[in-house]
Structure formats: structure tokens, C-alpha cells
């Protein structure tokens, strides 16, 4: 069963082992961990509904619950402390777009706020309540989640807008395809909020990112249905895709995706080589993304996330002969992880891994082949477990992204990572590390992740967060890059946006806003600082 207070299933555990405990008490101190509510209290808490009855909509208390608050630290931090502020009035489950626009009229009749919901993963901010005079209602579209048609011979697959990519997968490969969209939330995400957030998935290389993979589909917005037929391009105008694309539920809510979707290939491995530092790494992965080399995944582990990832592994004595084995040629505490997949036909990924090996030596890197790059497929969408892991000892977990120019990402990191340590408050360390995971032949994204103790408090642990995030959030800016490459702007990021749309780019996206939802029904203070 789906936890309420966490991420993802029940059953599935991933807890800190013991050698990766004693390293983060050695660099944070040990910790203890705060006090989680029960969700019969929560229960409890939640008010009477304002909503009428529909036949529709639920409003028992857990569902509301459960449909409160997304999956950004905050929302970690409200759903464990059972302080959730705002419950949705009811949660609406249609089962196709008829439904979707029965509920749109009927919420806006009766003058309801609408917060379009698919897999509850969001870490900015996107479906959460917020207070209101108004009722609220959570339209879910967790049924909605079947492959509708598959054209085979344009390759052209659509699908029900709540299709989770567990789901979604297993439905095309049973027909012979892989859209190949793999973000790290692919476990609980939803082919529809891929589309409304702009998603990248981790192969993004080979097949794209979300908005090369979106087709068309159908939209139900307040003025009416919005179809975006399949066009393979077009030069008439500017391109409504693009408009829906990254719209998080402000336009209307997407109902139906056409998606572009690929033969499953003939072969698929990832590889793992290590570079001796990070001015080498960064050439190195630089020069493979600028040949257009075609590879379907390329990361690269600045040296403390290395260290970190090789800690946390728990296989001490392995770890060990790697090190020192590394060392000897020539990978010392400098060394930066690289892993890369190589995804194709046969003779092609011969080619393919080849050519990487001789780069990698070139540059005086060191291939050690497929057994990790295994490990990091079997663990690739686990990571988000691993904040319960370091919860339980007193731990606290988050991380932040952007994209900029090749020029800029080394500053870029470095003044990510820095701003983090510098507004920690009251002395406390703060352990942070970093990775590019995204590669471009213009720049790369840099995702960074930090882990800090918990304070003694719920509230004193949430003002470090947003001190951490907010300076983290200015150092992004300061040096180019977007708010968010892949996680979407929702309401934590939307203060920031304007730096990267300008004064007219903002208004432009208003004057969109205001003429599809004029009351601003859908999902209001999202996306755009509406109270501005």
C-alpha cells in the first residue's frame, strides 16, 4: 500500500546501512530523529467539507489526506509532523474526459478551486491546498491510466493522462515498444504530469526529453476541449504543445497524451569508468556529449558524490580493493564517477561502447565495465526511499537542479554547493554533492543533493530548509541558469522564474493564464505568483 506520509509503496524499504551511518555521523555528527505523527491524528484534524455532494467525488477524511501534499521536503515535513495547514474539500477520480469536463463545469458553477492531480510526486510545490475562502477539489486521474490507441505504423501511442510509467511501459512493451522516458519518480509519475511539468527522464539522450516525445493530446480546459492533433512538424504559427507543455494545471487539465514512441532496442548496458578529477571529467563527458556520440545516457559524479555513493554502497571490502585499485592507476580522492548507457542494435553499441573506451583511456580515465553500471540500474529508482532510510537516525534529505551554459557549470556547482554550506545556521555542517545527469551539446544540467541533521524542532527544521533554498535558488540565477531543468516551477520555485522570462516573457504567460481560466479556477498561486 501507498504510504500517506512518504514515498512510494510500503513494502519497499531502503534503509542506511551501517558503514554509510558512520560517515555521515562523521562529517554531520550524530543525530536524532523528530517525533512522526499517526495518521489516525491526522484524520482527526481534517475539517468538514464544503463541498455538495457529487456522485464523483470523495470526501472521507484519509482520502483528502493522502491527496494533500506532494513529495518536495516541505511537504516531507508537513505529512510527518501531521501539521498539512489545508486539506483538499474532496478528491475526484473520472474515468475519462467526459467526466473531467462534467467536474470543470460543475466546479466551476459552483465557484471551486480545481487542483489537477496524477501521481502525487511533486517536489515544487504543485498540488498542494492552499487557504482559501473557496472549496477545493483534487481532480485525480489515477484511473485514467490505459493505452487508449497505438498507431504502429507513425508510432504515435495515446494514452489516459494518469498512466504511471510502471504502467505505461509494460503496456508498450507488450506491443514491441519503450517510450524511454525514465525520470527518477518513474515508479508513482504520470505521462500526463511529465507533459504539465516539462520531465526529463534519465535516457533523455537517446529519446528526449518529454516535449520531443509529446505529440498532441486532448485538454479540458475552462473555456471548453482543447484536441492538439499529431502534426510530425509544423511551421503555422506558434505551437500549442509548447503552451501545455509545462503549464502544471493553470491552462486546463490534460486528459489524453500522444506520445512518439520507439522499437524496444536490441541491446541495453550502462557502463561505469572513473576519471582522475573533475577538470578532466568535465572535458571528458564534454567532448563525448559534443560529438553527438549517441549514447543514451552520460552522468558524471563530482568527487564527493563519488565518495559518497561508494560509502553508502555497504560493500566495505569491495569498496576497498576499488579504491585501491583506482589508486594505482591513477584515481585517487580526486576521482569522479562517470556512468553512461549505450542502448541500440548490436552492432551499433558495439561501436558505440568502442568508441567511449577509447576516450575514457585517452583522457586517462579507467573503464570497470558493467558490474556497477548494474548496480546503478538496480537501484536507479530507489534513491527516493533512501530519505526514509536516513530519516529513522535523524537525517534530513533534499536536493535541487538547474541547466546552464558549459562555460558556467563548474561556478555554477561551486556556488551551489557553498551557498548551501554558508546558510546552514547555527554552526551545523551540511554534506553536499553533486552530479551532471542531463548533457546538451550547449551545457549541462547540475542536480546537487544535501543531507543535514534534523534540528529539534519541525519548524526550525523547515526554516533551515527554506534558508538553504532560497540561497541555493540565488546562486542558480546569478549564474544563468533556469530555476528548474527538470522538476517544474510549481510554488517553490515561482518567486525566481522571472529571471529567466523577463519582464514580457512573465506578462506573456499571465495574459495566457487570465484568457484560458479568466477566475482563476485551476490550480491558482502555481507556476505564477498570482497575489503580483
Same mark, same amino acid.
Given at each position: 500500500?501507498?504510504?500517506?506520509?512518504?514515498?512510494?509503496?510500503?513494502?519497499?524499504?531502503?534503509?542506511?546501512?551501517?558503514?554509510?551511518?558512520?560517515?555521515?555521523?562523521?562529517?554531520?555528527?550524530?543525530?536524532?530523529?523528530?517525533?512522526?505523527?499517526?495518521?489516525?491524528?491526522?484524520?482527526?484534524?481534517?475539517?468538514?467539507?464544503?463541498?455538495?455532494?457529487?456522485?464523483?467525488?470523495?470526501?472521507?477524511?484519509?482520502?483528502?489526506?493522502?491527496?494533500?501534499?506532494?513529495?518536495?521536503?516541505?511537504?516531507?515535513?508537513?505529512?510527518?509532523?501531521? =501539521?498539512?495547514?489545508?486539506?483538499?474539500?474532496?478528491?475526484?477520480?473520472?474515468?475519462?474526459?467526459? =467526466?473531467?469536463?462534467?467536474?470543470?463545469?460543475?466546479?466551476? /458553477?459552483?465557484?471551486?478551486?480545481?487542483?489537477?492531480?496524477?501521481?502525487?510526486?511533486?517536489?515544487?510545490?504543485?498540488?498542494?491546498?492552499?487557504?482559501?475562502?473557496?472549496?477545493?477539489?483534487?481532480?485525480?486521474?489515477?484511473?485514467?491510466?490505459?493505452?487508449?490507441?497505438?498507431?504502429?505504423?507513425?508510432?504515435?501511442?495515446?494514452?489516459?493522462?494518469?498512466?504511471?510509467?510502471?504502467?505505461?511501459?509494460? =503496456?508498450?512493451?507488450?506491443?514491441?515498444?519503450?517510450?524511454?522516458?525514465?525520470?527518477?519518480?518513474?515508479?508513482?509519475?504520470?505521462?500526463?504530469?511529465?507533459?504539465?511539468?516539462?520531465?526529463?527522464?534519465? %535516457?533523455?539522450?537517446?529519446?528526449?526529453?518529454?516535449?520531443?516525445?509529446?505529440?498532441?493530446?486532448?485538454?479540458?480546459?475552462?473555456?471548453?476541449?482543447?484536441?492538439?492533433?499529431?502534426?510530425?512538424?509544423?511551421?503555422? +504559427?506558434?505551437?500549442?504543445?509548447?503552451?501545455?507543455? /509545462?503549464?502544471?494545471?493553470?491552462? /486546463?487539465?490534460?486528459?489524453?497524451?500522444?506520445?512518439?514512441?520507439?522499437?524496444?532496442?536490441?541491446?541495453?548496458?550502462?557502463?561505469?569508468?572513473?576519471?582522475?578529477?573533475?577538470?578532466?571529467?568535465?572535458?571528458?563527458?564534454?567532448?563525448?556529449?559534443?560529438?553527438?556520440?549517441?549514447?543514451?545516457?552520460?552522468?558524471?559524479?563530482?568527487?564527493?558524490?563519488?565518495?559518497?555513493?561508494?560509502?553508502?554502497?555497504? &560493500?566495505?571490502?569491495?569498496?576497498?580493493?576499488?579504491?585501491?585499485?583506482?589508486?594505482?592507476?591513477?584515481?585517487?580522492?580526486?576521482?569522479?564517477?562517470?556512468?553512461?548507457?549505450?542502448?541500440?542494435?548490436?552492432?551499433?553499441?558495439?561501436?558505440?561502447?568502442?568508441?567511449?573506451?577509447?576516450?575514457?583511456?585517452?583522457?586517462?580515465?579507467?573503464?570497470?565495465?558493467?558490474?556497477? +553500471?548494474?548496480?546503478?540500474?538496480?537501484?536507479?529508482?530507489?534513491?527516493?526511499?533512501?530519505? &526514509?532510510?536516513?530519516?529513522?537516525?535523524?537525517?534530513?534529505?533534499?536536493?535541487?537542479?538547474?541547466?546552464?551554459?558549459?562555460?558556467?557549470?563548474?561556478?555554477?556547482?561551486?556556488?551551489?554547493?557553498?551557498?548551501?554550506?554558508?546558510?546552514?545556521?547555527?554552526?551545523?555542517?551540511?554534506?553536499?554533492?553533486?552530479?551532471?545527469?542531463?548533457?546538451?551539446?550547449?551545457?549541462?544540467?547540475?542536480?546537487?543533493?544535501?543531507?543535514?541533521?534534523?534540528?529539534?524542532?519541525?519548524?526550525?527544521?523547515?526554516?533551515?530548509?527554506?534558508?538553504?533554498?532560497?540561497?541555493?535558488?540565488?546562486?542558480?540565477?546569478? &549564474?544563468?541558469?533556469?530555476?528548474?531543468? =527538470?522538476?517544474?516551477?510549481?510554488?517553490?520555485?515561482?518567486?525566481?522564474? &522571472?529571471?529567466?522570462? +523577463?519582464?514580457?516573457?512573465?506578462?506573456?504567460?499571465?495574459?495566457?493564464?487570465?484568457?484560458?481560466?479568466?477566475? %482563476?479556477?485551476?490550480?491558482?498561486?502555481?507556476?505564477? %505568483?498570482?497575489?503580483?
Amino acid at each position: 500500500m501507498r504510504r500517506w506520509n512518504g514515498w512510494g509503496d510500503s513494502a519497499n524499504e531502503y534503509p542506511l546501512k551501517p558503514s554509510g551511518l558512520r560517515f555521515l555521523q562523521s562529517r554531520l555528527g550524530n543525530a536524532s530523529p523528530l517525533q512522526d505523527a499517526e495518521l489516525a491524528s491526522v484524520i482527526a484534524a481534517v475539517p468538514q467539507s464544503r463541498l455538495n455532494p457529487h456522485p464523483l467525488i470523495d470526501t472521507a477524511p484519509e482520502t483528502r489526506v493522502r491527496h494533500a501534499r506532494g513529495q518536495s521536503l516541505p511537504d516531507w515535513l508537513a505529512m510527518r509532523s501531521g =501539521q498539512f495547514d489545508h486539506f483538499p474539500d474532496g478528491v475526484a477520480e473520472p474515468e475519462n474526459s467526459a =467526466q473531467v469536463r462534467e467536474l470543470l463545469d460543475w466546479a466551476a /458553477g459552483q465557484d471551486i478551486i480545481v487542483i489537477p492531480y496524477g501521481g502525487g510526486t511533486s517536489v515544487a510545490g504543485h498540488i498542494n491546498p492552499q487557504a482559501s475562502d473557496k472549496p477545493i477539489l483534487t481532480l485525480s486521474l489515477a484511473r485514467m491510466n490505459r493505452l487508449l490507441h497505438l498507431d504502429c505504423e507513425s508510432q504515435i501511442a495515446t494514452f489516459g493522462a494518469g498512466t504511471p510509467g510502471p504502467l505505461l511501459e509494460q =503496456q508498450l512493451k507488450e506491443r514491441g515498444y519503450t517510450l524511454g522516458h525514465f525520470p527518477q519518480s518513474w515508479e508513482l509519475s504520470t505521462v500526463g504530469g511529465w507533459v504539465a511539468s516539462r520531465s526529463s527522464g534519465q %535516457q533523455s539522450m537517446r529519446y528526449g526529453r518529454i516535449e520531443q516525445m509529446f505529440a498532441g493530446g486532448r485538454v479540458e480546459t475552462p473555456r471548453g476541449t482543447l484536441d492538439i492533433p499529431a502534426i510530425p512538424a509544423s511551421s503555422a +504559427g506558434p505551437d500549442i504543445r509548447e503552451m501545455v507543455l /509545462g503549464s502544471e494545471g493553470r491552462l /486546463g487539465v490534460i486528459t489524453e497524451v500522444k506520445v512518439r514512441v520507439t522499437p524496444l532496442p536490441d541491446v541495453e548496458t550502462f557502463q561505469v569508468a572513473f576519471a582522475p578529477n573533475w577538470d578532466v571529467a568535465v572535458e571528458l563527458v564534454r567532448g563525448l556529449t559534443q560529438s553527438r556520440l549517441p549514447l543514451s545516457m552520460l552522468r558524471l559524479s563530482n568527487a564527493e558524490e563519488t565518495r559518497t555513493h561508494l560509502m553508502l554502497a555497504g &560493500h566495505e571490502k569491495l569498496v576497498s580493493l576499488l579504491h585501491r585499485y583506482l589508486s594505482v592507476r591513477s584515481c585517487g580522492d580526486r576521482k569522479c564517477m562517470i556512468t553512461f548507457g549505450v542502448t541500440g542494435d548490436k552492432t551499433q553499441s558495439r561501436q558505440i561502447l568502442a568508441t567511449c573506451k577509447r576516450r575514457i583511456r585517452a583522457a586517462g580515465g579507467v573503464m570497470v565495465g558493467e558490474l556497477l +553500471g548494474r548496480k546503478w540500474e538496480e537501484s536507479r529508482f530507489r534513491s527516493p526511499y533512501l530519505r &526514509h532510510g536516513l530519516w529513522e537516525h535523524g537525517y534530513v534529505v533534499d536536493t535541487f537542479e538547474t541547466a546552464v551554459n558549459w562555460n558556467q557549470v563548474t561556478p555554477a556547482m561551486t556556488a551551489m554547493e557553498q551557498a548551501v554550506r554558508d546558510n546552514a545556521g547555527d554552526g551545523e555542517q551540511v554534506h553536499v554533492f553533486t552530479h551532471l545527469s542531463h548533457l546538451y551539446p550547449q551545457g549541462s544540467s547540475i542536480y546537487t543533493t544535501y543531507v543535514f541533521r534534523s534540528s529539534d524542532s519541525y519548524e526550525k527544521t523547515l526554516k533551515r530548509w527554506q534558508a538553504m533554498k532560497a540561497a541555493a535558488s540565488e546562486a542558480i540565477v546569478a &549564474h544563468g541558469g533556469t530555476i528548474s531543468h =527538470q522538476h517544474g516551477v510549481g510554488r517553490d520555485h515561482a518567486p525566481w522564474l &522571472h529571471h529567466e522570462k +523577463g519582464e514580457q516573457g512573465m506578462q506573456m504567460i499571465k495574459d495566457l493564464l487570465q484568457a484560458m481560466d479568466p477566475r %482563476q479556477q485551476l490550480n491558482p498561486g502555481c507556476l505564477i %505568483q498570482d497575489q503580483d
